[in-house]
């Protein structure tokens, strides 16, 4: 019998083999899909969220837990499909116009996928237009923008007084080195958070 709780440490450790393992073998038994993500994957994640924040973890270990991640869910999501288990909300992510920093809002990104949100990542130096395009198409609930650069942070604020005017009913979210709290409370936003597993909670009390 397939051990999630085993499937959630592999996740923890960044192990590869033994959760892409797992998570056949569960599925192969008859496991809920639904089960092995929240009860395997997604516990695994929390954990990876929770250590990170308190700096327990660090970049790479965040990363090579989600690259196990991202191979169980290459196995799990025609399951996941098939079986009409919707994700928690469409994300819609991106770095602002004139910025080319990604590695934040990867991480960003990979916390939001492991949380069990279907995320659209547009990549950087993304215009107001281009955010207001995927956020329409994929009917988004969430626009997350990342800036690194006190020179593109403004673009911020574009991108949320054109998805005033064009009267899209999406929640916005903010986060990149330079941006504060009290930049988010300035500029309109819905939220701000300063690391990768905080935007999770953010996205969750959002939605
Ligand atoms: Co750039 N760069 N860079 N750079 N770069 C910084 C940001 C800088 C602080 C370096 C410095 O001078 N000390 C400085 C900005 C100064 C400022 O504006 N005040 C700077 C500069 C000036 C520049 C260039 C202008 C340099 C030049 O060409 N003269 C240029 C600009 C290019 C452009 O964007 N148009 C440039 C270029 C680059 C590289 C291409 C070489 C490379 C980027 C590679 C890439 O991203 N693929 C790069 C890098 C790597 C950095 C540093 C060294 C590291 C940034 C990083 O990835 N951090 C950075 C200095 C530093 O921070 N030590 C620097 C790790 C990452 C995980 O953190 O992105 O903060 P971060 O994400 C965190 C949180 O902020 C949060 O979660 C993440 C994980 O916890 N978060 C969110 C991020 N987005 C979020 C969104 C959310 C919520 C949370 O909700 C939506």
Do not use: W
Request: net charge negative; aromatic share 2%; with cysteine.
């Amino acid at each position: 019998m397939a051990d999630l709780n085993a499937l959630a440490e592999a996740i923890i450790k960044g192990d590869q083999n033994t959760a892409v393992s797992i998570t056949t073998q569960a599925l192969d038994e008859g496991t809920a899909p639904e089960d092995v993500l929240n009860n395997g994957l997604v516990a695994g994640m929390d954990v990876v969220g929770a250590r990170f924040k308190k700096n327990e973890i660090y970049i790479p270990e965040v990363l090579i837990a989600a690259r196990a991640m991202k191979s169980s869910m290459e196995i799990l999501e025609p399951k996941l499909a098939e079986a009409g288990i919707e994700p928690k909300a469409n994300v819609v992510i991106g770095t602002v116009q004139g910025d080319l920093h990604d590695i934040g809002k990867n991480l960003v990104a990979m916390m939001l996928k492991g949380s069990g949100y279907n995320v659209i990542d547009i990549g950087v130096d993304c215009t107001a237009e281009k955010f207001i395009q995927a956020a329409q198409e994929k009917n988004a609930k969430i626009v997350c923008m990342s800036a690194l650069l006190t020179t593109t942070m403004p673009a911020m604020e574009k991108v949320i007084q054109a998805i005033k005017e064009a009267g899209l009913a999406v929640k916005t979210m903010i986060g990149g080195a330079p941006v504060t709290q009290g930049y988010a409370d300035k500029i309109g936003a819905d939220g701000y958070s300063s690391d990768a597993a905080s935007a999770v909670d953010l996205a969750n009390s959002l939605i």
